[in-house]
C-alpha cells in the first residue's frame, strides 16, 4: 500500500491573499467615491440666477459630456455669462461659456469644442437660468405692444420688493397707460411706491406671453380714470422717455453697468445723480467707487436731486451745481459739489468718489 500525502494549507498566506484582494477593491470603490461628482450647480451672475441638480444619472451624464469634449488648446477667457460647477468629494471643476459652442476649463485654462448632445444640454441649462432669473428683456416698445394690446390683463413684478400685481392696459400710443384690476392690486401697487402715490420710477418685469419683458412704471395716477405709466425700451417722446425710465428699464434687465460703459463722466455724474433722485442706492453703488449703506438715502430723507450746472475743472474733476429737497426741509437747496471721477478699466465706467454725498445730504459721515 502507497503512503497518502498530506497537504497542508497554509492559511495565513491565503488571508493575506484576502486581506490583499478586500483592500484593492475597497481603495478602488474609495477612489470612485471620493471622484464621483454628486452636485452639479449652474450659475448665471449677470442673471442673479443659480439652480442644481444631485440627480446621479443627469450628472454622470453630463459629466461625461464634458469629459468627451475636444480640447482646442490653451486660450484667454473672459468672465462669462453661464457658469458649470461639478463637484466631488476631491475637488469642484469649473466651466465657463458665453455660448454653448464653446467651454472654458478655469481650472486648466484650455477650451472645449462642444458636440450636438452638450450644446443641447448647454442651450436647456441658458433657457432655465433666463426662467429662475428676477430680470426681464429689454424688448422695445414697438414690438411689445403687438401683443400688449388694449384690454390685456398681464402680471407685473417689482424688482426690488417682488410685489407681484395685475393690471390691464386701456390705452396709451407712445407707452402703456395701465390701471390695477381691482383695489387689492391698486393697494398692493401704493405699497411698492412706499405707501404713496409718487412721480418716482420703479424697475419692474411684465410678465406677456411667457416672456419676461423689462420695463419702468410711474407711481403717479394721472386723469379721470387714474391710469398709471408703464415705459419699455424705445417708448415715450424724448421728453417722456428721461434718463430715469432708461435707467429703470435697464435695472429691470440687469443691464445698468452695460447701459454706462464706456460713456462720459458727465454721463457718469448724471446716472449717479438720477439714481439719488429716485432713491436707489443700490444703483448708485454702481456709480461709485466705494459703496455706500443702501438705505443712506433712506436715512437722509432726500426726496429729489436736480442737476443745474456741471462744469469741468481739471483732468475728471468737476462742479456740479444742484438743487436738493428733503422730507423735513430744506425744500430747493442749492449747492455747489466737487466731484472727483476715476476710470474702472474693470467695469469699463467711470465712478464717482463718493465724498460729495456727505455736502449734499448734509451728513457727517465721510465716505
Known sequence: MGSSKVVFIDLRKIFLQLLAISMAVS???????WNEPYLIKFSSPELAASYDSKDPVYIKRLDRLIKEAKTTGPTDQKPGRFYVQITSRRHTRTYVFNAPSLLYNKE?????????PL??????IIIELKRKSPYGDPVPWPTVKQSFLINKTVMIRDLDSGIKIWVTRRGGY???????VNQVNKSLLKKI???KWSWKRRAVVVYLENKKIAACLAGMPQGKEQLFSLYFVDAGTNKSMNLANKMLIFKAAGQI???????????????ALTAIDQ?????????????VPRDLLKKSGIISVTLRNLYKLDGTCY??????SFARGPYNRWCSLKIDLKYNRQESLYQLNPAFLQKLLIIKNTY
Open 108 to 116: 486648466e485654462g484650455v477650451s472645449l469644442q462642444t458636440d450636438a
Open 27 to 33: 481603495l478602488f470603490f474609495a477612489y470612485r467615491w
Open 119 to 124: 450644446r443641447a444640454e448647454l442651450k436647456k
Open 174 to 180: 407712445n407707452l402703456a397707460r395701465i390701471a390695477p
Open 319 to 324: 462742479k456740479a451745481v444742484v438743487s436738493a
Open 257 to 271: 453697468k452695460k447701459m454706462f460703459k464706456k460713456t462720459s463722466p458727465e454721463e457718469a455724474i448724471l446716472g
Open 193 to 195: 411706491f412706499g405707501g
Open 279 to 291: 432713491q436707489d442706492g443700490r444703483t448708485l453703488n454702481i456709480f461709485l467707487t466705494r459703496p
